[in-house]
Structure formats: C-alpha cells, structure tokens
C-alpha cells in the first residue's frame, strides 16, 4: 500500500461523492465504490458487508474477491472477522488473518490467499449498518493512518446508506430502516395500541457528508462550536441561583464543549475530507460504541452528556430543529429517549402509546402515561436510532414488548388481541351502572384513581363510584414554579364540578423521592424513597401545604370534602397535617368565607409501622388508604424502581396478606373506611383476594373497574375466603395459585 496523503483521502472522498450523484442503481454503486477504494488504498481488495438482517451480513460488493460470492457470503453478526468488527463496532487490523482469532475460512470468496485483513464498522450515530473490508497478499498491519483514512471512508458510506444510494432492485440490497424489528422493554403502563412512530426528536439527515473546501468546513465546524459555547454559557447564566449539583453539570458540558481533543479529532476528519457535520456524526458513532461497552457510570454519564452536545451541534450545523414541519401522522405513538412530563403532556391525549429509551415505572412521565391511560413501554433500548418517523408500530404494554415495522401474522395476531380487548371492554360497558356485588349480594365499593382534569370524564364512563386518589403532584411537576393559591383553587374546583358529587379524596402534595419538581433543590440523598418525601417535605415547608389546603378548601365550598396525607409513618406526622388543614378551615370561617360542611381527614397507609400504631390513631382517622405500591417496597425491602427487584416478592404471599388482614380487622374495630389505592387493586387476581379478605374500597385505574367487576359479580367472597384460608392454614407461601384456579372457573 503506498504512502497516503491528505488529499489523497479528499480526492477519494469526492469521487464517492461523484458515484452518489452519477446515474445507475445501487448495485451498480457499489460495485463502483469498492474498485475506487482499492485502486486508491492501494490493496488488492474491497468488499462491503451490509446488513441483510439485523442479525446477518451480506457480502455485497467486492473488488478482488470472487464475483459469484456476491450475495452469497453471509455471515451472522460476530461471526468471522467480518462479523466480529460489526458486533464490536471498532476496527480488526491484521497481518495474518488465517491466524487472527476468530476467522472463518469461506471457500466460495477464495480469501485465503489474503494474508492482511482491515475492517472498519460502517455504522452512524450508534446504527450498525455494514462493514468495509480491505484486504492484501502482503503481510503487514495496516498504519494507523490507514485504519483512519478507512473509517473516514466508511463515515461517507454510512450517510450514503441512510440516503438509500445503495438500495437496488434485483439484488435485494435492503435499506436500513426497513427490517421488522421488536424491542423487549418493560411495562410502564398497561394496554395495547397499533399507531405510527412519531420522534420527539427527529433524526438529523445529512446530506452532504464530503466537503469541497476544508477551510471553508473547518470554519462552519468552529462557528458551530462557538454557538454551542454560547448555549452553554447561556444555560449557565440564565438558571440564577441554581443548586451545586445542577450548576455542576453544566460546567461539565461547558469543559466537553470546550475540549480540545474533540476539537482536534473533527478537525482532523475534515482535514481527511468529511464535512463539518459527517466530522461531528463521526465522532458521535465512535463515542456511542464506547457508551455501549463502558460499565463505569462516571464514565457512562460523561459520554452521555458528549452525545447530547454532540446532537446540538449537529442540529447548529444542519438548522435543523426539532421542528421538522412534518405532520403527526394518524395514532401517532411517541418514540423518544426519555421526555419530562410537561412534554408528555403537551401531546394530550391525541397520543396512542409511548415508547421510551430509558424512564422508570415511577418516572413523571410514566405518572402521566397513566394519567392519560395510554400504553407505555420504557427500557426499549435503541428504538430511537431504529425507527423513523412514521413507521408502523406496535406497544405491547402489558409485556413491554414493542414491534416495529411488524411483519403481517405478527400485526395480525396483535390487531386481533385489541380487538378482544375492545370485545371486553364492550361487556363490561354494559356492567357500568350495575353494582360491584358478589353472588351473596356483598357490596364492593369500586372508585378510580386521577390526577388530572382530563381523568374525570372516565368516572362517569367507567362506572367508578368516585375518585378513591386524586395525585395532587402532576401540577406541581409539570410547571417550572409552584402553582398559585388561585390556579390550584380553579383545578380542584372543576374537579369537583366534573365529579358531579361523587367522592373525590384527594391526595396532598406527594413528592421527593423519584418525584422531584424541577424548581426543587436536588437533595441527592442515599435513599431518595426513604428520605424527605410527602407528608415530610409537607410539614419541613408549611407554607406550600398550607397554600394546598387553603386552595382545597377555597375550592370546595360548603361541598364535602375529603383530604388524605400520603406516606404517614407515625401518627404525630398525620395529628400535624391535621391540625393544619382544620387551622386553615376555621382561618377561612373566621373570615366569612363558606368552608365544607363535612370535611373527612385521611391518612395512607405506605409504611408497616402504621399496621402497629396505637387504636387512637385509628379512632381519629376518618378513613385510611392503602398506598400499596409503597407499602410493598417497605415490607419486603423491595426497590418498586428496582427492575431486578421489584417483581421478586408477591403481593398474595401470606405474610403481606396477613399484614393487610390484621389493619383491616383494626379498621374495622375502629370503625375506620379503609380502602386500597395502589396498581394491585386493579389486578384481578389480587383484588378478589382483597375482597375475599375483607376489604370493601378497591381504587384503581379507570380501564380496570370493568374487568374487576365483571369479576366481583361472578364470584362468591365468602367462598373465596374459605380457600384463601384454607391454603394459609396449609402452609403454603402464597395463594396465588388457589384464587387464580378459583377465578379460571367462574
Ligand atoms: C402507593 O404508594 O400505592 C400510591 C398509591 O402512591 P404512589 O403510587 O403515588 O406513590
Ligand atoms: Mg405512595
């Protein structure tokens, strides 16, 4: 191989351009491509691999190889050295390929007679696409200039694939962005829904990927920076007096945005021949290979932090905004890395489903999901450099899978779960204004949880007996300040009004923990779920509880009102809150305002130590509320953010079902309503073991009051206890099995 040089590079680079523009079909390309490679690099062959499948590269282009090979070598992904440079996703140099570990002898290529072997991945911004392959009789190692001038090359071949220059006709070479592909997240929200990618944030197209003018690039690329500069320092001087931790990572971007060796390395991939943002999308696909195998989180987070600047800079340099002008497509289904739930909401209910990178059962934006009642699948890793917009889609929230691009049995077999879900729905549309009575005629009572105003239509449609847990945090989370007085006066007064006098308990402020408010001093505590949350941030910052109260109480009138205090761990915590809300009721009175004429004081049940609290506490509860989503962490120990954890403990196993049966029976020698509001009261099998136990308040997401009364007017609570009994005395563990064997035979 001779001496390179720069020009070398740039002349290569401009005559694969030139390919790109000439006519003929994408094999015809190729075919082009691979010939000019070699003859410039000196070697006596080229080859591109492109992905057939996601999981199968396909020999698709060779200078030096046998021609019958083409579209007849396939190797799977880490198979041979082809293979392994794409699962890698960084370069295999070798003098001795026959030797190197790894390779796999292909008859039908007559390889063997190469003794040298350089492969760099073709890929873009994280999507692997191909590899690029030189190869020579001569043993030596390619020179670190080469392996470069190669990866640059490829640089262009990959912004060339995404612009669909390589797509043929008979040769059956796909174009990326067309394979069916399905991603196993999690569950965030339950449902099902069929709809159309819509990317929060669309991919940047570029398309111009080789500059004529290296100064003239160089220029562009250093313009850029300097406004990202400016953004950054921006971002620093306009957030005021922010916290340690925030301002900490700005300086972080600020010292990324500054570095030289960022800098440098683009200025030497425009120095070689790319433009100014093929330079940037370069080292932004190296830097994602290495985001994909760093385990350090320091580490993970900084090269998070490169990517995001990396997609400024990209958006600086190309004016693209998030704003594309492209339509919402019909059932739009929002793909996004993460989304705060301000964002979330904007979108409203027009939205089908929600498919996330990252984000947590918890997250604000799943909190909204399930406001919204719209599927969420989150850990869908990757679906972000996959989908485009546009693309059919479909969100499995019930197994967190997702199906992109699916192919037809797959759409069919999903189109005809819905409808069987749509089916049931119907039925249970019918049971909407009948009673939740088992066949002995025992009375459940089935009300909803809420959080938004745009909830409240599904209590009337649902059937629901009223509001068993109104979130009071999704207004405090999706505004850059704490609401006012009046603002908040405004909302719960029509929620009252669209509650048409069903009961509305509603939940003060409940945040901390995974719920931190943008305007709130991060308080990077060991264990945010254990730390200063609810009821204690509630009672360390009176002002904002006593503003909530007021608002409540302003909002109800002389209407009933009911008010409950989340997360009491002693009961000095609940006489505090207590005290404050009859405070602002009697300060309201006294001022000639109308305050409720029946006002019922409640506290959640979230933490074991409440099961052991003394009868009095009990006596002065109006009613309690089993915030089992919380309870459950505590009991077992068990992170609910935790998804190696979370699941591994069941909520039927004896020993929280003796926990829940011992506050019942004390609920009930107190004569204290109690009821249960967390996700289990909405599962069929826990809800009827609920009841069998004894408990009458069931609140739950409006799209489960059908299911569970359907349920409820089936069976016999009495006899389900009896089994449930049973299986205790029995000294199993669990009795999940009996009651879902009982249920089967309704
Ligand atoms: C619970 O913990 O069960 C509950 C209803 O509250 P949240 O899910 O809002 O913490
Ligand atoms: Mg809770």
Redesign the pocket.
Known sequence: MAERSDSDSRNLLRRLRDVLAEPGNGQDRLDRITSLIAHSMGTEVCSIYLFRDPETLELCATEGLKPEAVHQTRMRLGEGLVGRVARVGNPINTHDAPSAPGFRYMPETGEEIYSSFLGVPIQRVGEKLGVLVVQSKEARDYKDDEVYGLEVVAMVLAEMTELGAFVGDGEGIGHSHRFPVMFRGSSGQEGACEGRVWLHEPRVVVTNPVGDDPDHEKQRLEDAVGALQAQVNDMISGSGDMDMDHRQVLETYRMLANSRGWMRRMTEDIALGLSAEAAVEKEQSQNRSRLEQAADPYLRERLSDLDDLSNRLLRLLTGQGTHTGAELPENPVLVAKNIGPAELLDYGRGLKGVVLEEGSV?SHAA?VARALAIPLVIHAKRITTEALNGDPILVDGDQGVVHLRPEDPVANAFRDKIAMQAEAQKRYADLRDLPAEDRQGTRINLVM?AGLLADLPSLQNSGAEGVG?F?T?LQFLTRSRVPRRDELAQLYNRVMDAAQGKPVKF?TL?IG?D?VLPYMKPQDEPNPAMGWR?IRVGLDKPGVLRMQLQALIRAAGTRPLEVMF??IACPSEFYAGRDALLRQRDREAALGRPVPECLKIGA?L?TPSLGFAPDSFYQTCDFI?????????FFFAAD?ENERVRRRYDTLDVSFLTFLERIIVRCEATNTVLSF???DAGRPVEALTFAALGLRTL?MRPASIGPIKHLIRRADLAELRQIVQRVRNEGHSSVRNAVTTYLAHL
Not at 625 to 633: E, V, W
């Open positions: 918890g909190v949880n847990l979130r945090e939940r409940d923990s719920k609810a989340p997360f959640m979230e509320s089993i915030g089992g989503n919380d309870l459950k962490q609910r509001c967390g996700e609140s």
